[in-house]
Every structure is written in structure tokens, then in C-alpha cells.
């Protein structure tokens, strides 16, 4: 019953460095989604994947890759960190997207912290 | 501009009290609504979905409420308790079509504080 699983919990980063942030997923879902969390601010849509082998950006791509090769797991790829990507980062999956089959919600994991030095 | 704007920011309410959050939306065009609640350090977790034909939907001490014409909705808590404290996130999600990702519009949320 593990649900959607996000490691890192925290992690400090030097300006330039890079890292990935893992996502897992054992739920059988197709759609999976990277947000983040400003303080203060509502949740962002950084990429999304409708299934293995497809990804989209969403609002607030840059500086940020993304890959899906199987329907369990979403990487999240920071090349060069930088001080604006300081946040918290939610991954999340679904089994439809926003508008279709409306009483399927979001699953959400317990987030990454990431701060940039 | 699509936008999400809840109210208040934060509110403090005695255990057992009731409490009522806003949210106003201008989400265009609608497809739900959603509430979710985020305890400190957690992900967001659902509440309630509702559609544009639904004016109400419950579970447990949560009752959401949807007004589609004047695009406002309500959450309402009732008997609170010390597990209630957390943010309370609006979500609205507009349509899409032609098999693309729709987009959800976050809120910034309500803290609520439960003290005994």
C-alpha cells in the first residue's frame, strides 16, 4: 500500500550541481505529474507524462528534464541548480487526466525538499 | 487568466468549533473542483471532487459546497479536531480536449490552526 514513493526527503544542493529526484508509483497509473511548492504558493505543474515513453512540460519547465521509460517510475532531472529551484517537489499520479473520469484524484508524495546554496 | 484565490489565509478555531473556507475561481472552461488537505510536511491529500452539476459533496466532517454560477466554493468542517490542523488547497481544473492534459489551477491554500 505504498502509493506514490518520492526519495529524496531533503537534500542541499550547491549551485551548479546536478541531481535527480525519484518518483515511484505501484498503483498501476498512467498519468504522473512533478509539481512544486514555493512557500506561500499554490502548486506548480513543472512536467507531466501520460504514459510510459511520453512526456510534456507543463507551466514551469525550465531548468528541469524529465524521463519515463516504465509506468512505475518519473525521474526528475536538475542540470546546474540554481537558487530559484530552491522548493518543496511533489510528485503525483493518477489514473486519468484533470478532465476525464472526474472522481479519479491525485495521489501525491510526501515531497523532496531541495534547497540550493 | 485562470486564477484560484482562497480565503482566508490563515485562521485559528478552538477544538470542536465549526469553520468555513472560501474559494473563488476564475477558471474558464470549468471542468471540478477539488479540495485537498495538506498536513505540515505531507502531500496534498483529496477531499472532495466535484463537477460542475454537483452543488454539494461530503465526507466525513468535510462538506464541500459549489456554486458554478457565481464560481465560488466552500468547504465546511464541522466539530473540529487537533487532526484537523493543516492547509486546505482549492483546486480547480479546466477542461481539455482532443486527449491532452488538462491543467489544474492551485490555490495557495487556508492554514488552519485547531487549538484545544
Known amino acids: 500500500n505504498a502509493g506514490v514513493t518520492q526519495t529524496p526527503k531533503f537534500r542541499i544542493l550547491k549551485i551548479g550541481q546536478s541531481m535527480t529526484l525519484q518518483c515511484t508509483q505501484d498503483m498501476n497509473h498512467n498519468y504522473m505529474y512533478w509539481y512544486r511548492q514555493d512557500p506561500g504558493m499554490g502548486l506548480k505543474l513543472i512536467y507531466y507524462?501520460?504514459?510510459?515513453?511520453?512526456?510534456d512540460k507543463g507551466e514551469v519547465p525550465n531548468g528541469y528534464n524529465v524521463s519515463r521509460s516504465t509506468t512505475e517510475d518519473f525521474p526528475l532531472r536538475l542540470e546546474l541548480a540554481a537558487p530559484s529551484q530552491t522548493s518543496v517537489y511533489f510528485c503525483?499520479?493518477?489514473?486519468?487526466?484533470?478532465?476525464?473520469?472526474?472522481?479519479?484524484?491525485?495521489?501525491f508524495g510526501s515531497g523532496t525538499r531541495l534547497t540550493v546554496v | 487568466k485562470n486564477q484560484v484565490e482562497q480565503s482566508p489565509q490563515s485562521l485559528i478555531i478552538l477544538e470542536g468549533k465549526n469553520c468555513t473556507l472560501q474559494?473563488?475561481?476564475?477558471?474558464?472552461?470549468?471542468?471540478?473542483l477539488r479540495w485537498y488537505k495538506q498536513d505540515t510536511g505531507r502531500g496534498p491529500v483529496s477531499l472532495t471532487i466535484?463537477?460542475?452539476?454537483?452543488n454539494t459533496k461530503s465526507n466525513g466532517r468535510y462538506t464541500a459546497t459549489l456554486d458554478a454560477d457565481t464560481k465560488q466554493s466552500s468547504l465546511h468542517i464541522t466539530a473540529s479536531q487537533l487532526s484537523d490542523s493543516a492547509s486546505y488547497i482549492c483546486?480547480?481544473?479546466?477542461?481539455?480536449?482532443?486527449?491532452?492534459?488538462?491543467?489544474?489551477?492551485f490555490g495557495k491554500g487556508t492554514k488552519l490552526s485547531v487549538k484545544p
Open positions: 466535484m463537477t460542475f452539476s454537483e
Open positions: 507524462s501520460v504514459g510510459a515513453g511520453i512526456t
Open positions: 503525483a499520479s493518477s489514473q486519468s487526466g484533470t478532465g476525464v473520469f472526474v472522481g479519479y484524484g491525485y495521489t
Open positions: 483546486v480547480v481544473s479546466a477542461k481539455s480536449y482532443g486527449g491532452s492534459q488538462g491543467n489544474l489551477i
Open positions: 474559494c473563488n475561481y476564475t477558471v474558464s472552461p470549468f471542468s471540478n
